[in-house]
């Protein structure tokens, strides 16, 4: 047996773990051993042996049947740590308040994941009436100003299989959505218009401190409150929002 079978187990069933918490993490919410193993396919008694192992370790919790199984506090505990630890999130703290400020909209910052954007930070809005985004959040790339703002900052960008409908509106074919990342590099900035929530507008531009991007910041704003001169307004406060942080950035490499 050469050194690559003896650790191909362990190999196994880090992946399983993983696959495991990435499908918690994912989906939200609680699930039976057999909704988890007809999702990830793996045999029913090593599954449940596993996620006996993460309850016991803090990754994934029970309810009081112990028969339904959802993601646990270590995770969290985790996820707090790589945001906090972010450079780049934390480069951006004083520009995203100072752009929540001035907009008095919602604010996020996000982080390409794949066909998704990761919310890593956000700022909600002094109105009553405003969207309600958690950290931690995934949403489609071709959904969202600021996925849509990443995508057009790389010049041959991934789409996944399925362009997945979020609302009436979501672009779902891929020629215009060709065309719509053509726009946005022609514009500076992308736009969400009810795309991926039904009566919220977004604004997005991808953050240039490597390139393709792989962050971006967005102003969120109900449709009910966007006219033209607001739309004028938020995007070029944006744009300002863009500069502070890529100054900042560079300033932080060259001192």
């Known amino acids: 047996m050469d050194a690559s079978e003896r650790t191909a187990p362990g190999v196994k069933s880090a992946t399983r773990t993983v696959a495991l918490l990435d499908f918690f993490a994912r989906q939200g919410g609680m699930y039976s051993l ?63 308040d100072w752009l929540a400020e001035v907009t008095g909209e919602t604010v996020h910052f996000g982080r390409l994941d794949d066909h998704d954007v990761v919310y890593l930070s956000s700022r909600p809005s002094r109105h009553n009436l405003r969207p309600v ?59 969400d218009r009810e795309e991926n929530t039904p009566g919220v507008c977004c604004f997005g531009v991808a ?14 704003i109900p449709a009910i409150r966007l006219d033209d001169v607001r739309e004028r307004e938020i995007s070029a406060l944006l744009l300002q929002a863009r500069e502070r942080i890529e100054y900042a950035a560079y300033h932080l490499i060259h001192p």
Do not use: N
């Open 34 to 96: 057999t909704q988890i193993q007809q999702e990830l396919g793996y045999p029913k008694s090593s599954l449940y042996a596993l996620l006996r192992t993460l309850v016991q370790l803090g990754w994934v919790e029970t309810d009081p049947t112990g028969t339904l199984y959802r993601i646990g506090m270590r995770a969290l505990l985790v996820g707090a740590s790589y945001i906090d630890g972010d450079p780049v999130v934390g480069m951006a703290h004083e520009t995203l």
């Open 133 to 191: 985004i958690r950290v931690g959040r995934r949403v489609p790339t071709h959904s969202t100003s600021l996925g849509k703002a990443l995508l057009a900052d790389h010049p041959d960008p991934a789409f996944p299989a399925d362009l997945e409908r979020q609302t009436e509106r979501t672009i779902t074919d891929r020629d215009d959505l060709r065309v719509e990342l053509r726009r946005i590099r022609e514009r500076g900035h992308a736009v």
């Open 207 to 220: 953050l240039r401190l490597q390139r393709p991007a792989r962050d971006a910041i967005s102003v969120s």
